[in-house]
């Protein structure tokens, strides 16, 4: 059975029951965003890995969410422009696969700032004289590498061999260059938080890296359109274990996430949720703003429970 949520024009899209209530039928919780401070832009799911635990479900000629053109992103970085955006950021499947990159980032980068998110192997090794005139840009480019486990062994598992040592050329090479540089890595329950530093800020002195990059840790998210069970976020649940600041914190409210699919851009909630129509909020940011955005998603459990968000954004 499916409803109309609200009169607003992204919520006139048909959307699942399930959107505005649980499966025993509680109220769900929904997040209204305050402003739109970081525009992320799907540079599509091919890439030239094919990790099995990829949330994009990204691999080498993957099209499920298409290449963005420079045309595709432009009316929308223009868009944001007009609606206050503080920063762009862009992910894939790897960005640098993406032959339309350098120049959407060349464009981006004289209004705001830009970070992009790589595996740091071949396809960006093979751009870094491209992006060296972008240092000269008005605003900085930071660039977040994946970095799944301090140990090469570990991060090999899934991306194959070599590319423990290619993402470390890559950090030291973006480095060198002038570019701001941060880590994602996957949580380590396993060991404590501090060993885990410890571990990274160790494999960081031996590339000739600052021991103390910044790291991003993300828990399990799994693959796209997996059924996996997780708690259930009513409206109460908002009202009991948030509060008006620690909503603020979570992406929906503040950022929206371009995507291209079918031929068609796509404005999604956030940078976790592009695997569920529900999410298309709209063809246009204006749009997509309106729509109060339900915690129906597996991942949104994530971020409401661990406070999971791909932002790098100061806040
Ligand atoms: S995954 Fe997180 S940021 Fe995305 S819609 Fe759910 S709560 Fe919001």
Request: hydrophobic share 35%; net charge neutral.
């Amino acid at each position: 059975m499916n409803a109309i949520i609200a009169p607003t024009p992204g919520a006139q899209r048909t959307r699942s029951r399930l959107w505005r209530v649980t499966p025993d039928g509680k109220p769900r919780g929904f997040i209204r965003s305050h402003a739109l401070e970081e525009l992320w832009f799907h540079t599509g799911t091919a890439c030239n890995l094919a990790c099995p635990f990829c949330l994009e479900g990204s691999k080498p000629g993957d099209d499920r969410l298409q290449l963005m053109r420079f045309d595709d992103v432009k009316p929308f970085i223009d868009e944001a422009l007009t609606l206050g955006v503080k920063q762009f950021s862009f992910t894939g499947g790897e960005p640098f696969v993406n032959k339309d990159l350098v120049r959407i980032l060349d464009y981006a980068l004289q209004y705001r700032p830009c970070m992009v998110l790589t595996n740091a192997t071949e396809p960006l090794l093979k751009r870094l004289p491209q992006l060296r005139p972008l240092r000269e840009r008005s605003h900085a480019l930071h660039f977040r590498v994946s970095l799944d486990h301090f140990s090469a062994d570990q991060h090999e598992k899934a991306r194959g061999e070599g590319t423990f040592s290619m993402a470390l050329d890559g950090l030291r090479a973006l480095y060198d260059m002038g570019f701001t540089i941060s880590v994602a890595n996957q949580a380590i329950p396993e060991l404590p938080a501090y060993k885990v530093a410890e571990c990274f800020a160790q494999v960081f002195r031996g590339a000739g890296l600052p021991e103390n990059l910044p790291r991003i840790e993300f828990p399990e998210f799994h693959p796209p359109g997996v059924a996996v069970t997780a708690p259930q976020i009513t409206q109460s649940c908002m009202v009991d274990y948030q509060t008006e600041a620690t909503l603020r914190k979570f992406m929906c409210a503040f950022s929206r996430m371009v995507v291209k699919s079918e031929g068609q851009c796509k404005v999604y909630a956030c940078t976790l949720v592009d695997d569920d129509d529900d999410y298309v909020l709209g063809e246009t940011l204006v749009e997509s703003l309106q729509v109060p955005v339900s915690m129906k998603h597996h991942r949104c459990y994530s971020c409401f429970r661990y406070g999971a968000s791909c932002s790098e954004m100061k806040r």
